[in-house]
């Protein structure tokens, strides 16, 4: 099966989980910079969700590049992932306007676990159809990062009960390691 209509499929949704999300955010009616004030917290979600959106786009597109066909059981991991991302912009509300409150930082940090879940398991089910020697697995190695970050998030998530900056620090810490998009697709795919 061709990937170009997965591809197209999940741009179309990531586009459209970015705009619900900013149009969560609303305009304060006040006319100077104070009247911002209370919607910072909103603002740093929004920021934050934007950053793991981004991150996901970017190394879906790099994965679904070395790919050379999707299978049906691809498509069922895809729209796995998407769940989990399509869920982003209720956490992301929900954080922000409760100002970082331990249980929307504890839910938020179960949606980002979920989503790199998804992403793994996206991964495998795409590997299962390429083999052990294509480009594909080649590329993608031991994927320490994808690994490291799932234990990240669960720590963010033990910590927020104690102190939510805490569980924020680390989810940010996990954005600012995917920051830089996955580079083993793209060396090998250049190679």
Same mark, same amino acid.
């Given at each position: 099966? @061709?990937?170009?209509? &997965?591809? *197209? $499929?999940?741009?179309?949704?990531?586009?459209?989980?970015?705009?619900?999300?900013?149009?969560?955010?609303?305009?304060?009616?006040?006319?100077? =910079?104070?009247?911002?004030?209370?919607?910072?917290?909103? $603002?740093?979600?929004?920021?934050?969700? $934007?950053?793991?959106?981004?991150?996901?786009?970017?190394?879906?597109? @790099?994965?679904?590049? *070395?790919?050379?066909?999707?299978?049906?059981?691809? %498509?069922?991991?895809?729209?796995?992932? &998407?769940?989990?991302?399509? /869920?982003?912009? =209720?956490?992301?509300?929900?954080?922000?306007?409760?100002? =970082?409150?331990?249980?929307? !930082?504890?839910?938020?940090?179960?949606?980002?676990?979920?989503?790199?879940? *998804?992403?793994?398991?996206? !991964?495998?089910?795409?590997?299962?159809? @390429?083999?052990? #020697?294509?480009? /594909? +697995?080649? +590329?993608?190695?031991?994927? $320490?990062?994808?690994?490291?970050?799932?234990?990240?998030?669960? +720590?963010?998530?033990? %910590?927020? =009960?104690?102190?939510?900056?805490?569980?924020?620090?680390?989810?940010?810490?996990?954005? %600012? !390691?995917?920051?830089?998009?996955?580079?083993?697709?793209?060396?090998?795919?250049? #190679?």
């Amino acid at each position: 099966m @061709h990937k170009g209509r &997965l591809e *197209a $499929f999940s741009d179309g949704v990531i586009a459209i989980i970015i705009t619900i999300m900013v149009l969560e955010m609303k305009v304060p009616h006040g006319t100077d =910079f104070a009247a911002l004030g209370p919607i910072i917290p909103v $603002f740093l979600s929004y920021v934050l969700s $934007f950053l793991y959106v981004g991150i996901y786009w970017n190394n879906h597109h @790099h994965l679904l590049q *070395a790919a050379k066909h999707v299978t049906g059981a691809v %498509l069922w991991a895809n729209l796995h992932l &998407l769940f989990w991302l399509s /869920l982003f912009p =209720f956490v992301t509300g929900w954080m922000g306007e409760n100002h =970082f409150a331990p249980w929307p !930082v504890v839910t938020y940090g179960i949606v980002l676990i979920m989503a790199a879940v *998804a992403y793994y398991i996206l !991964v495998r089910t795409l590997l299962a159809g @390429h083999g052990p #020697d294509s480009t /594909l +697995a080649q +590329a993608l190695g031991s994927d $320490f990062k994808g690994r490291i970050s799932v234990v990240l998030y669960a +720590a963010g998530i033990g %910590l927020a =009960f104690v102190n939510s900056w805490l569980g924020i620090a680390l989810y940010a810490c996990v954005a %600012l !390691v995917w920051l830089c998009p996955d580079s083993r697709i793209e060396k090998k795919l250049t #190679d």
